[in-house]
């Protein structure tokens, strides 16, 4: 037996420039989707994959805002506050293609053990940290490292930082 067709009253709005909407509805109507379709699929995959980072004691989030070119992000770490609210110094992770700087309040010298010198980290305050990603050296569509490459690369870094005393999570 089919599932039950759902009704569908609301609309989701976005703005975007006559360009992007254009681009958009072409592409669907080369793909041979509609375009108010392709739209509901975004939002789903959305939904799902935000409440699964929604559940996880590091949630770190990347994402585009207004006015940043493409290839240059936002980057939000938050952690829940099951864990000790301590500020916490961390080292950024280096990554092939890729720079990583914190915003101004979050941070922190980090000594770098290998090489014996001090160099720009994160600092999470209030169990929070933000800072910006770049692509670097090559446009962002043949970056070899994937946005989630960094954010498992972060993620690895914060666990490093809150698996030490005094947090042990």
Known sequence: MPAPKL????????????????????????????????????VVDFLEKQKKLLSETIQIQISRPDGYDYGAWHVQIKVKDSVKNLPAPFQLPKISHRSIHSEPGYQAAWLDLDKHEYEMGGLLINRLWRGNLYSNGMPENENPSTLDDVREALKREIEKILASQPFNI
């Open 7 to 42: 009704e569908k009253t609301e609309y989701l709005k976005a703005r975007v420039d006559e360009r992007i909407k254009g681009d958009f509805e072409d592409v669907c109507r080369q793909l041979g989707i509609k375009p108010a379709e392709q739209m509901r699929e975004l």
